[in-house]
Antibody, heavy 119, light 107 residues
Framework: EMQLVESGGASVQPGGSLRLSCVAS????????FSWVRQAPGKGLEWVAN????????GYVDSVKGRFTISRDNADNSLFLQMNSLRAEDTAVYYC????????????WGQGTLVTVST | DMQLTQSPSSLSASVGDRVTITCRAS??????LNWYQQKPGKAPKLLIY???KLQSGVPSRFSGSGSGTDFTLTISSLQPEDFATYFC?????????FGQGTRLDIK
């Protein structure tokens, strides 16, 4: 069964850093674009970042530009989100998700990993 | 910046009801509009893509329509498992936008 499994979520103080991972299985990881999408407690979905197949093209929501970095390791079927200078408003469940194709839809989602930024 | 506005924000309905949720974009997204269902504590699930195409495995009581700026998600006959939150999402712009969600509760 195709799946995405996130890990790395934790409780961290404001200003701290965290690296999220997402491991893919049962499909050709390198063929797909991926995104990180987050959901603050009790709130809606917010797209965070995109990465294309080769990892050379990325995009970010304005609120995380300069603080978060999306990357991938196609040899290890893994997606990452390096989060620096964390703020309270970054508290959320972070999902990795796979696009069916360019400019299409998010057809496969992980179960999510919780990041809490608090003193 | 692109904005997607869903209406209503919440809705109470009964099993067997026909329900329609709308999503309005602040500028045209052509047919690059998708719908997701999310249940508490779970990841979103793709229902409809490209405005009107049914994702594999999704029951045919779900349907989508629209183009440009105005879209609808219709559930023809509500089932108990359909009570959830629904989100629209556009993939037309470089920065992806979701609607704020519509919570569908049991009346």
């Amino acid at each position: 069964e195709m799946q995405l499994v996130e890990s790395g979520g934790a409780s961290v103080q404001p200003g701290g850093s965290l690296r999220l991972s997402c491991v893919a299985s049962e499909f050709a990881f390198s063929n797909y674009f991926f995104s990180w999408v987050r959901q603050a407690p009790g709130k809606g979905l917010e797209w965070v970042a995109n990465i294309k197949r080769g990892g050379d093209e990325t995009g970010y929501v304005d609120s995380v530009k300069g603080r978060f970095t999306i990357s991938r390791d196609n040899a290890d079927n893994s997606l990452f989100l390096q989060m620096n200078s964390l703020r309270a408003e970054d508290t959320a469940v972070y999902y990795c998700a796979r696009w069916r194709g360019a400019q299409s839809e998010l057809e496969l989602w992980g179960q999510g990993t919780l990041v809490t930024v608090s003193t | 910046d692109m904005q997607l506005t869903q209406s209503p924000s919440s809705l109470s309905a009964s099993v067997g009801d026909r329900v329609t949720i709308t999503c309005r974009a602040s500028q045209s997204v052509s047919i690059y509009l998708n719908w997701y269902q999310q249940k508490p504590g779970k990841a979103p699930k793709l229902l409809i893509y490209a405005a009107s195409k049914l994702q594999s495995g999704v029951p045919s009581r779900f349907s989508g329509s629209g183009s440009g700026t105005d879209f609808t998600l219709t559930i023809s006959s509500l089932q108990p498992e359909d009570f959830a939150t629904y989100f629209c999402q556009e993939s037309y712009s470089r920065t992806i936008t979701f609607g704020q969600g519509t919570r569908l509760d049991i009346k």
